[in-house]
């Protein structure tokens, strides 16, 4: 062997050798986390006659992606949904229960109560939205729990308790009017007159209750004499049931005055006089919700005194006597800031 092919042959031999790299195996791709079904949200559901009902307001939920069922006595309650229709504009109420207590998460009115309705289906699919998203990081690095909740959905801080329902029931908005009305009974014909009311109406309720001043005067003739009759007095009036239809109303309500009731006549021997006048009154109020704070009305009553008086003549014989049952009809405005 040639001596330069055995030193080739000794320095292929020494060289180390390389072993060849393992083809890389990529690890598996993480298995996609199968996430459970939401669990059903209980709904406590009120609603007054002319607003959805409670099937209507879970379909409409359904249509968001939410499950809902309405919750009976006893049963676990997440959300309170309240409507009422009222004559002058609908409201609503979405609340929360918490652990604390109950938490009120929205306030709704519009003139439709339907409209109502949907605004709080759509409060209450975004006050579950963070509870859905859970802990999960959005692509930002922030988890969705870290992230603020809508103002209707924040919960009060702890050294503030959460404001009893019954409590924000007694909130009531107050409305003034004014009304032109027409008497019979009073005097000998009809006694026009005018009153000035306040009325409270309490949020979410279809009750309501008014106070007002009115005043009546007429000058009539019987029996060839003149005869004056003023009347002023204080009422009090209350409505516990409305019928709604669209922007008409209809409220049977009962009340009573009291109030100072003179009368005089023409005369030589001329008769004036005063005395208590007192009253229970039936009525029937219509009122037309113009918009949502100016609402005309027309109300027919049934005025019952307490004492019927009666107006003498010079000659002794009873000019008239105040009727066992009087009418009247009122045409007004109500006005609510």
Same mark, same amino acid.
């Given at each position: 062997?040639? @001596?330069?092919?055995?030193?080739?042959?000794?320095?292929?031999l020494a060289?180390p050798?390389?072993?060849? @790299?393992?083809?890389?195996? #990529?690890p598996?791709?993480?298995?996609?986390? =199968?996430h459970p079904?939401? #669990?059903?949200?209980?709904v406590w559901?009120?609603s007054?006659?002319?607003?959805?009902d409670? =099937?209507s307001f879970? =379909?409409?939920?359904?249509?968001?992606?939410r499950?809902?069922a *309405?919750?009976?006595? $006893?049963?676990r309650?997440?959300?309170?949904?309240?409507l009422?229709?009222?004559?002058?504009?609908s409201? $609503?109420?979405?609340?929360?229960?918490?652990?604390?207590? !109950?938490?009120?998460?929205?306030?709704?009115e519009?003139?439709?109560?339907?409209?109502?309705?949907e605004?709080?289906?759509?409060?209450l699919?975004?006050?579950l939205?963070?509870?859905a998203a859970? &802990?999960?990081?959005?692509? !930002?690095?922030?988890?969705?729990?870290?992230?603020?909740a809508?103002?209707?959905?924040r919960? @009060?801080p702890?050294?503030r308790?959460?404001?009893?329902?019954?409590e924000?029931?007694?909130?009531a908005k107050?409305?003034l009017? #004014?009304?032109?009305?027409l008497g019979?009974g009073?005097?000998p014909?009809? !006694?026009?007159?005018?009153a000035?009311f306040?009325?409270l109406v309490p949020?979410g309720?279809?009750?309501a209750?008014?106070?007002?001043?009115?005043?009546a005067?007429?000058?009539?003739?019987?029996?060839?004499?003149?005869?004056?009759v003023?009347?002023l007095?204080?009422?009090?009036?209350a409505?516990a049931?409305?019928?709604?239809?669209?922007a008409?109303?209809?409220?049977p309500c009962?009340?009573a005055d *009291?109030?100072l *009731?003179?009368?005089s006549s023409?005369?030589a021997?001329?008769?004036?006089?005063?005395?208590?006048?007192?009253?229970?009154? $039936?009525?029937l109020?219509?009122?037309?919700a113009? &918009?949502?704070? *100016?609402?005309?009305e027309?109300q027919?009553?049934?005025?019952?005194?307490?004492t019927?008086?009666v107006?003498g #003549?010079?000659?002794?014989?009873?000019?008239?006597r105040?009727?066992a049952?009087g009418?009247?009809l009122s045409v007004g405005a109500?006005?609510?800031?």
């Amino acid at each position: 062997m040639r @001596p330069g092919a055995f030193i080739a042959l000794c320095c292929a031999l020494a060289a180390p050798v390389r072993a060849q @790299p393992a083809p890389a195996v #990529a690890p598996p791709a993480p298995a996609a986390t =199968a996430h459970p079904p939401a #669990a059903a949200v209980s709904v406590w559901y009120r609603s007054s006659e002319g607003c959805p009902d409670g =099937a209507s307001f879970l =379909a409409r939920l359904g249509q968001l992606g939410r499950t809902a069922a *309405l919750a009976g006595v $006893g049963d676990r309650v997440d959300f309170v949904v309240t409507l009422a229709a009222r004559s002058e504009v609908s409201a $609503g109420r979405l609340e929360r229960q918490t652990e604390r207590g !109950t938490v009120a998460i929205r306030e709704v009115e519009s003139p439709a109560c339907a409209d109502v309705a949907e605004a709080l289906a759509l409060s209450l699919e975004l006050a579950l939205e963070p509870a859905a998203a859970g &802990s999960a990081t959005s692509a !930002t690095g922030v988890s969705a729990a870290a992230l603020p909740a809508p103002e209707a959905a924040r919960e @009060p801080p702890a050294d503030r308790p959460a404001e009893p329902a019954a409590e924000r029931a007694l909130r009531a908005k107050l409305a003034l009017g #004014a009304q032109g009305r027409l008497g019979l009974g009073l005097g000998p014909q009809l !006694t026009p007159g005018a009153a000035l009311f306040a009325e409270l109406v309490p949020r979410g309720w279809p009750s309501a209750a008014r106070l007002g001043v009115h005043g009546a005067y007429a000058e009539s003739e019987a029996r060839s004499t003149n005869v004056r009759v003023l009347l002023l007095a204080a009422e009090l009036d209350a409505c516990a049931w409305r019928w709604q239809l669209g922007a008409l109303s209809l409220e049977p309500c009962a009340g009573a005055d *009291l109030g100072l *009731l003179q009368a005089s006549s023409d005369g030589a021997r001329g008769n004036d006089d005063r005395g208590l006048w007192a009253s229970a009154r $039936g009525l029937l109020r219509s009122r037309w919700a113009l &918009s949502a704070s *100016l609402q005309p009305e027309l109300q027919l009553g049934l005025v019952v005194p307490f004492t019927r008086y009666v107006f003498g #003549a010079p000659e002794g014989d009873d000019l008239f006597r105040v009727s066992a049952v009087g009418g009247e009809l009122s045409v007004g405005a109500r006005w609510a800031p």
